[in-house]
C-alpha cells in the first residue's frame, strides 16, 4: 500500500496516496458543521455556532475536528481498513510550534494507529515539486503568506516571514467593495467566495489599476438566489491588495518587496540561487494575471537580483501550484519510507511525541 500523504490547508485538505505525477485523489473543503448527538444539525443556531474549522491560518487549531475529518479521510476516502493502517506523511506550514507538531504525530500513533509517520515543511515540499531543494517559496494560501527561502533543503527560518493576511481577507476585500457598489443586495459570503473565484484578477500594473477608476468594464451576475448584482473595478481590487497592502488598511510593502527583503536577510552568496529560483503557490496565486504581475514588479524591484519565477515540468499535474506542497510530498515518500528514515511506532514507543524532532526536519 502506498503511503499517504495529507496537506490540510486552511480551506482545503488535500490528501492522497504517494504518487508524485497526479493530482490529489482528494481534494476537499475541510470546514466542518458540527452536530448534535443524535447526529442532526441544530437549525435553531446561527450558521456561525455550527460551523467548524479544523484549521484556521494554516494551524490546526480543532483536534476533535481534525480527528474526525481524518478519520473520513483515511477510512471512506482513501480505503484504508482498521487495524491495517499505513504509512503517512503530513505537510507542515511555516512556523509550525513544536506542540502542534508533537500533538500531530501522537494522535496519528495512538488514535490511529499507523505504522509509520513523517512531516515536512510545505516550503521545501513545494520546491520538490518544481525539481529545486533550493529557492524561495511565496505560499498565498487562503489565510496566510508565507515566504521562506530555503537552501539545500533547509528552510532558513530567521529569513522567512509569515504574514496574517490571505484568500479570506482579500473575500472580505470583496465583500466590502460589493457592498457598495451593490448597496441594495445582501450577498452570503459563501457567494462572494465563488464570485473572487470567478472573477477577480490583477492588472496589468498600478498605472493600469488607477485607470479602472475612470472606466472599467462591467459585468453583470446572477446571485443563486435570483438577484443580479454588477462586478466591475472590485475584481481587481482584490489582486492589487497583494501589491498595495494600503487598500487592506495595511502598513506593509508590497508581495515582491517583501520577498525581497527576506532574502536580503540571507548570507549574498544566496540571493541569486534563492532569487532566481522563485515558486508562486497557494491556492491564491493562481489568480487570472497574478503571475504576469509579479513577474512585472520583479523586473522593476531594486535589488541586483530580481526574482525569476521556476515553472514546473510538463509532465506534473496541471494547477500545481494549487497543490505543489502535496506533489513534494508525495515525492519525498517516495524517499523516507522505503529508507527507513520516518518515525517508526518503535521511535514512538521508545520516546514519545517529542521523536518528531530529531527525525522530522
Known amino acids: ?25 482528494m481534494i476537499i473543503p475541510n470546514q466542518m458543521k458540527r452536530m448534535l448527538d443524535d447526529g442532526s444539525i441544530n437549525d435553531n443556531s446561527s450558521s456561525e455556532d455550527t460551523i467548524v474549522d479544523p484549521v484556521v491560518r494554516g494551524l490546526i ?16 476516502g482513501l480505503g484504508w481498513e482498521m487495524g491495517n493502517e499505513g504509512q503517512i506523511l503530513f505537510t507542515d506550514p511555516l512556523c509550525t510550534p ?70 479570506m481577507d482579500l473575500t472580505k476585500l470583496l465583500a466590502e467593495e460589493l457592498g457598495k457598489s451593490n ?8 457567494d462572494i467566495e465563488k464570485i473572487k473565484e470567478q472573477y477577480s484578477c490583477c492588472a496589468e500594473d498600478e ?32 489582486g492589487e491588495a497583494l501589491f498595495q497592502p494600503s487598500i487592506l488598511g495595511l502598513e506593509a510593502h508590497g508581495i515582491v518587496e517583501q520577498l525581497v527583503r527576506c532574502i ?6 544566496n540571493h541569486r540561487q534563492l532569487l532566481e529560483n522563485t515558486v508562486l503557490c497557494g491556492g491564491t496565486a493562481s489568480m487570472t494575471g497574478f503571475e504576469e504581475r509579479f513577474q512585472k514588479e520583479a523586473g522593476l524591484c531594486s535589488s ?54 530529531r527525525k522530522c526536519f
Open 1 to 25: 500500500m502506498e503511503a499517504a500523504v495529507v496537506d490540510p490547508g486552511s480551506k482545503l485538505l488535500k490528501a492522497g496516496p504517494a504518487i508524485p505525477d497526479q493530482a490529489p485523489s
Open 61 to 76: 487549531r480543532d483536534w476533535d475536528a481534525m480527528e474526525d475529518l481524518l478519520h473520513h479521510v483515511l477510512y471512506t
Open 98 to 167: 513544536k506542540a502542534v507538531r508533537e500533538q500531530l504525530v501522537q494522535l496519528m500513533f495512538e488514535t490511529f494507529n499507523i505504522s509509520g509517520f513523517y512531516a515536512s515543511e510545505q516550503a521545501v515540499l513545494s520546491l520538490y515539486a518544481v525539481g529545486r531543494i533550493s529557492g524561495c517559496t511565496v505560499d498565498i494560501g487562503h489565510g496566510k503568506i508565507d515566504i521562506a527561502p530555503v537552501i539545500e533543503g533547509a528552510v532558513q527560518h530567521i529569513a522567512s516571514r509569515r504574514f496574517e493576511i490571505g484568500g
Open 183 to 190: 448597496p441594495l443586495v445582501n450577498i452570503k459570503m459563501s
Open 207 to 238: 498605472l493600469a489599476y488607477e485607470k479602472t477608476k475612470n472606466s472599467c468594464q462591467t459585468e453583470q451576475h446572477t446571485l443563486p438566489d435570483g438577484q443580479v448584482i454588477t462586478i466591475g473595478r472590485e475584481k481587481y481590487t482584490v
Open 264 to 269: 536580503s536577510t540571507v548570507s549574498s552568496d
Open 304 to 357: 541586483a537580483v530580481r526574482p525569476a519565477l521556476i515553472k514546473p515540468p510538463e509532465y506534473m499535474p496541471e494547477n500545481l501550484s494549487m497543490y505543489s506542497a502535496w506533489v513534494g510530498g508525495a515525492i519525498l515518500a517516495k524517499v523516507v519510507f522505503p529508507q527507513n528514515q520516518h518515525v517508526t511506532k518503535a521511535d514512538y514507543d521508545e520516546t514519545g511525541p517529542s521523536v518528531v524532532h
